[in-house]
Structure formats: structure tokens, C-alpha cells
């Protein structure tokens, strides 16, 4: 559950188990061990992991129901949700089969519920990630954040920042290259913080491992994960606007489009810093894809606060924004704030601000109408009653091309051609170079 980072970490773990032997089935058979890789970014993230884990223990009652991630971090060990057998915090989860294999040793009838608490603050090495049919992977490269903005209990959950070897990410991904991945995702809890914990400037650490990623054989695109604005200098925009391997697809951080309300998030730049990262960006790359989330409903958040972020969202004009309405987590400052805004009025906010993205994405679509791209196939879909290979833009479009059996079409192929019209947010491309 939740993000990126849990995923890759769960990948690890499944891996960890399939070479112990262990099958997976789908978590809606009956198995003996459940485990739930937790989010607690939300009270609503809390809410769907205690769900999750519930839901394990009514599937067999005799199963072993692990509980790991940041669920488990955020609470106190006299806290546990009585469902849970094992819990597993973030920073032991990597020996998960280990800590549930002992558990097993160690079981008996009075047996009761075990905590297992790894050691703060430190990145430890793991086995290169397989991920045998993808064309993508994501490369955990940072864990942890000194951010501590008013409505996150992340830094909280996960701890303070901390980065990973540059050798040992080298390593998995030149073992991912190898096994046929052609796109790597650098992903972390605040990957802006990247070096910082080693004493470097994180534009410096970013840009030398970047570049050094663009040279394993292999590796065709490299895309950057949630990033934020401050970290895009002229500097650092200029360095990697030189790596033709990086997608000009950037995941700035916003949250909102008003400084009265960036404030008291604890966000730490304006909006006019915002701005002048965005344009730095278009200065160096050719039409490049800028993302972005936002929160509606902040605690304070007035109606002409909310009209200013709108209007701000259309003077940018995004690729895509996630909308989140506001959820209160408990331990944190803006949780206690007694100006929260009525589920009703975020509830509006969003679907507002919903349409304003899917008018922007529309538009920022339909621009690569007529014009020549390359698409990374990835999977099949059927359309009215044909087959179509799906796949990405290194702007992150998404574009579908006719399957073709007399034409060398396969997962990982990189196909070249014209985009000639859109087909339910995807645009339609025409090949004209298979090869």
C-alpha cells in the first residue's frame, strides 16, 4: 500500500520469498502467511492498512498476519492492532522472511504478538532487484526526510534522511540492465535530499549518479520520481538538460498555489520560486511534461486561498496534477489547528481542480498530435476487437500502436512514429520504424 518506495520494497521481499521457496497466490485465496506492506501518510492510509489486515485474518485465522512499513513505525508497541501476529518496522522489513521464519520456530499456543524494530538512520545494502517481463523499474536511491512539513508524519514514520551507495545502486541497476530493463525510476522517501546526509549538494550527488547511469548499456531512459522545485537551479537544469537518456518528465512537489498557505505547510519555497524552476525547465527542454500534487482544504484555506492555487494551476499549465483533499493525521501540527475546512467544501475543491487537470492534460496531449515520437511498448490491450501494444513517451504519454505479427514487436522495444490522432487519453501512433 502507498507509495513507490513500498513498492519497490515489497518487490525485494517477494523476491526474498520466492528464493526460500515460498509460492505466492493472490491474496484472495487462503494462504498461511499474509503480509501487508502499511502506509500511515493519512488517517485514511491507517484506516485501509488496518482494513487490509483485518481482512487477512478473517481469510484463515490460523495464518500468520505480518504487518510492515510505516504503520507499523507510527505506532507504539503496546499500539498494535490485535489482527497483527508480527510487525515489522521500515527499516527491518528487508529481512522479512527471516523475522516471520523465527516467528514460526518460536510459535505456540500462547505465542503472542512479536515487534521487530530495525536500527535508525541507515541505508542497508540488499540484493539487486529482478524483475523478470518488466520494461520499468524503480531504484530506491534515498530513505527518510528532514522536511517536516504541518500535515506530514513522514519524517516521523520513516526517520531522517539517508542515502544509498552510489556503487551498490550501480550495481542493481548495470543487474537490471542485464536482465532486459530499459527504464529505470529513482525513487525515494525525498529523493530533493539526495547526498545531503554524506555533506554534498544534492544538485551535485543527483547530476553525478544521473550521469553515470546514462552510461550502462542497456539502460535507454531514466526518469527522476517526486522531486522539489528548490533542487531545479540553473546549474543543475543545465547539467542534466546534457543527458539525452533523462526524460523531460518533472514531478515537482506544490501542494498549493498560494504562499499564505505554502507557509503554513511548512513548505519552504514561494510560488515565485515555483515559477522561475518551471520556466528554467521549458528554458532547456523541448515541451518537457511538469506534474505536480496539490492539496485542497488545508486547515485555513480560504475560498479566495483556493481561487489563488487555481489560478496559479492555469498560469503553469500542468501535464497532470494529483488532487488530494486534505485528510487530518493525528501527530502532526496542522491536525490540531481548529480552522479545518468541511469535507463538503474539499470535496468540491477537488472535483474543481479534477476537470482543470483533465483539460490540461487534454491539451498538453494533443500538442504531439502530428508529430514524431518513440514510444517503450510495455503491454498489449484489446480495443474494439483489435490488439494494440501500450507504451510511454519519455514525457510520460501514454500512446498505443496496431499489433503487427509480420513486424519485430515485443515488450521493451523502443518503436518510432507519428502520433495521428487521441483514443481515451491515449494518442494513436502510426510506426513507421519498427526496428
Not at 190 to 218: C, F, N
Not at 234 to 263: M, N, R, W, Y
Request: proline residues 4%; glycine residues 6%.
Amino acid at each position: 500500500m502507498g507509495c513507490k518506495v513500498n513498492s519497490y520494497e515489497l518487490d525485494l521481499i517477494r523476491q526474498s520469498f520466492a528464493k526460500e521457496g515460498y509460492r505466492e497466490v493472490p491474496f484472495e485465496e487462503k494462504a498461511d502467511i499474509y503480509v501487508v506492506n502499511t502506509c500511515t501518510v493519512t488517517n485514511i492510509a491507517d484506516r485501509k492498512s488496518r482494513q487490509m489486515l483485518h481482512r487477512a485474518r478473517k481469510e484463515n485465522p490460523a495464518a500468520i498476519v505480518c504487518a510492515i512499513g510505516c504503520f507499523v513505525d507510527n505506532l507504539g508497541s503496546a499500539d498494535i492492532d490485535p489482527a497483527i501476529d508480527l510487525a515489522i518496522d521500515n527499516r527491518a522489513k528487508k529481512d522479512c522472511v527471516k523475522h516471520i521464519e523465527a516467528y514460526l520456530r518460536d510459535r505456540t499456543e500462547t505465542t503472542g504478538q512479536r515487534v521487530i524494530r530495525g536500527e535508525k538512520d541507515v541505508f542497508s545494502e540488499r540484493p539487486p532487484l529482478l524483475t523478470p517481463g518488466r520494461t520499468r523499474a524503480d531504484i530506491k536511491i534515498q530513505d527518510g526526510c528532514n522536511q517536516f512539513c504541518s500535515y506530514c508524519i513522514i519524517p516521523y514514520a520513516r526517520g531522517r534522511i539517508v542515502s544509498r551507495d552510489e556503487e551498490d545502486t550501480m550495481r542493481e541497476i548495470v543487474t537490471l540492465a542485464e536482465s532486459g530493463i530499459k527504464e529505470v525510476v529513482l525513487v525515494g522517501i525525498h529523493v530533493s535530499s539526495y547526498g545531503k546526509d554524506r555533506g554534498e549538494e544534492p544538485q551535485e550527488a543527483l547530476l553525478r549518479l544521473l550521469t553515470r547511469i546514462q552510461m550502462i548499456r542497456g539502460i535507454e531512459r531514466i526518469r527522476l520520481s517526486s522531486i522539489e522545485p528548490r533542487i531545479m537551479t540553473e546549474e543543475f537544469v543545465s547539467g542534466i538538460a546534457k543527458l539525452t537518456k533523462l526524460c523531460p518528465h518533472f514531478h515537482l512537489s506544490l501542494q498549493s498555489g498560494c504562499d499564505k498557505t505554502l507557509k503554513e505547510m511548512n513548505r519552504r519555497y514561494t510560488t515565485a520560486e515555483y515559477r522561475e524552476s518551471v520556466e528554467r525547465l521549458r528554458r532547456h527542454f523541448r515541451e518537457p511534461a511538469i506534474t505536480t500534487d496539490i492539496i485542497v482544504g488545508f486547515p485555513g484555506e480560504t475560498t479566495e486561498d483556493f481561487a489563488t492555487t487555481v489560478s496559479f494551476v492555469k498560469e503553469i499549465g500542468f501535464y497532470q496534477i494529483h488532487v488530494f483533499p486534505y485528510s487530518k493525521r493525528e501527530g502532526t501540527v496542522a491536525a490540531k489547528r481548529k480552522d479545518q475546512v468541511p469535507d463538503a467544501e474539499k470535496k468540491a475543491r477537488s472535483k474543481e481542480l479534477l476537470l482543470l487537470t483533465a483539460e490540461q492534460a487534454r491539451a498538453y496531449r494533443e500538442k504531439f498530435i502530428g508529430q514524431e515520437e518513440e514510444i517503450l511498448l510495455e503491454e498489449t490491450t484489446e480495443q474494439d476487437g483489435k490488439t494494440f501494444w501500450v507504451g510511454h513517451t519519455m514525457r510520460y504519454v501514454e500512446g498505443i500502436v496496431r499489433e503487427d505479427k509480420s513486424l519485430p514487436q515485443a515488450a521493451g522495444m523502443l518503436i518510432k512514429g507519428r502520433f495521428t490522432g487521441a483514443s481515451g487519453g491515449r494518442l494513436l501512433l502510426q510506426s513507421d520504424d519498427p526496428s
